[in-house]
């Protein structure tokens, strides 16, 4: 294996890894704009029922 196909080995790997991280934000980002979302709806609808 000489020095090319090193590098284009390493960056196969490094852009992998990018791609991977890069769908685990997503989904990370997605499942939290949902929680968010049920949390915000669930005070939008429960605001009533508090007493001061």
Same mark, same amino acid.
């Given at each position: 294996?000489?020095?090319?196909?090193?590098?284009?080995?390493?960056?196969?790997?490094?852009?992998?890894?990018?791609? *991977?991280?890069?769908?685990?934000?997503?989904?990370?980002?997605? *499942?939290?704009?949902?929680?968010?979302?049920?949390?915000?709806?669930?005070?939008?609808?429960?605001?009533?029922?508090?007493?001061?």
């Amino acid at each position: 294996m000489n020095d090319n196909e090193k590098v284009y080995n390493s960056m196969r790997f490094s852009s992998v890894l990018n791609i *991977a991280v890069g769908v685990v934000m997503l989904v990370v980002g997605v *499942a939290s704009g949902v929680l968010l979302l049920v949390s915000g709806i669930r005070l939008l609808k429960n605001k009533s029922k508090i007493l001061f």
